[in-house]
């Protein structure tokens, strides 16, 4: 079977020429036979959208999964295997969630492809084209540009709530395949990136604020501000991820932490 992945790269100025509504007689045939990965800000539009904690829509209408090249905890759509791997939420009249449905639903047919070299600064990002032989959407006279379609999609705006968990897969990605993170690692990446009820515990319950310094407005938005809580989480795992200046570790921490490291022989103490 032949890829639907036209190998062109484009570019916000490349035209499309797409559109999807009920009298495409394709309508809604891209919502069976799914694999959809969760973004963050997917989780946090759905799961307030149904009026569900984090816990009970990971639960309902998730699976945990694995991203492939970096190992890194994930979670992708809940599907209906006994009627094709059809999307839970698709009705008769179309998607149930449409306002809140997943970025790679709304990017459709287009893809987001981003290349990174290990060492290399910044990153390439192009998009492609996705041309599925039962997508009668192509054949529609509606004209646009990548940007015209991404903006209108709403799309533009979930990658940038999105970006700092991008950007941590990508930097994972970048150290080569015999890199990898501890378990430990793994499971605070899950947490501040899929479960924002726990991580705000974490975040507000545990020693967290006391050992890394949080100015006063940043811990107040995070209480009720689940969208600032993301970028705090997504901030936080670039500093203790990758050393980044972004949540410093409050002096007496890092000093706990040294002898901690110290008395387990995981850390030899260097003379003054």
């Known amino acids: 079977m032949s890829s639907p992945i036209v190998p062109t790269k484009l570019t916000p100025e490349s035209p499309l020429r797409f559109a999807c509504h009920k009298g495409v007689s394709c309508f809604t045939k891209c919502c069976r036979d799914t694999n959809i990965l969760l973004t963050p800000y997917d989780i946090l539009r ?30 992708k ?44 600064e910044g990153k390439d990002e192009f ?23 991404r903006k209108d999609q709403q799309a533009d705006w979930y990658d940038e709530q999105n970006r700092g968990w991008v950007e941590i897969i990508m930097r994972v990605q970048s150290m080569g395949p015999s890199a990898s993170l501890s378990d430990e690692a793994k499971q605070m990446f899950f947490l501040a990136s899929t479960n924002i009820e726990r991580f705000r515990r974490f975040v507000l319950e545990s020693s967290f604020l006391k050992k890394f310094a949080v100015d006063e407005e940043t811990r107040e938005q995070i209480r009720t501000d689940d969208v ?45």
């Open 127 to 149: 998009y492609f084209l996705v041309k599925e032989p039962h997508c009668l959407g192509h054949e529609e006279p509606k004209e646009w540009t990548v940007a015209e379609w």
């Open 46 to 75: 759905l799961k307030t959208r149904l009026g569900l904690t984090a816990d009970e829509f990971l639960l309902l209408h998730a699976l945990p999964d694995h991203q492939e090249k970096t190992g890194l905890p994930v979670a």
């Open 228 to 272: 600032a809580l993301l970028k705090l989480g997504y901030a936080w795992l670039k500093s203790i991820l990758f050393g980044d200046d972004l949540v410093k570790a409050r002096p007496e921490a890092l000093e706990a932490w040294k002898e901690k490291m110290i008395a387990s022989g995981r850390l030899t103490e260097q003379p003054e």
């Open 77 to 120: 759509l809940r599907t209906l295997p006994e009627e094709g791997n059809r999307c839970a939420f698709l009705t008769p009249e179309g998607c149930s969630v449409y306002e809140d449905r997943p970025v790679i639903c709304r990017y459709y047919p287009l893809g987001l492809g981003i290349f990174k070299e290990k060492g290399m």
